[in-house]
């Protein structure tokens, strides 16, 4: 059974950084494309950034320059490190693992705030 743990949400200032972690079990993630997706209240789940076999990386458009995503095959974790936050970084993050079919974790809250 597949299994996304997320962690690493809170509430943090603008200008502040975060990281999140999301540590996979019951699958191989070096052969997997992981990421991680933002949802807001009545908005669809929109990509923030994702790793294909823990080298091959794509960003939204919004956040390059400020996060970044990394993957420690041997942990079989995902990390989105996320720098110089944003009020509209703010949203519940997804992580994701893609092998033959997607997976989702249960999400972990992001709030940017002064």
């Known amino acids: 059974q597949v299994q996304l743990v997320e962690s690493g949400g809170g509430l943090v200032e603008p200008g502040g950084s975060l990281r999140l972690s999301c540590a996979a079990s019951g699958i191989s993630i070096s052969s997997s494309a992981m990421g991680w997706y933002r949802q807001v209240p009545g908005k669809q789940r929109e990509l923030v950034a994702e790793i294909n076999r823990g080298y091959s990386t794509t960003y939204a458009d919004s956040v390059k320059g400020r996060f970044t995503i990394s993957m420690d095959i041997a942990k079989r974790t995902v990390y989105l490190q996320m720098n110089r936050l944003k009020p509209e970084d703010s949203g519940v993050y997804y992580c994701?693992?893609?092998?033959?079919?997607?997976?989702w974790g249960q999400g972990t809250q992001v709030t940017v705030s002064s």
């Open positions: 994701t693992l893609v092998r033959f079919e997607r997976y």
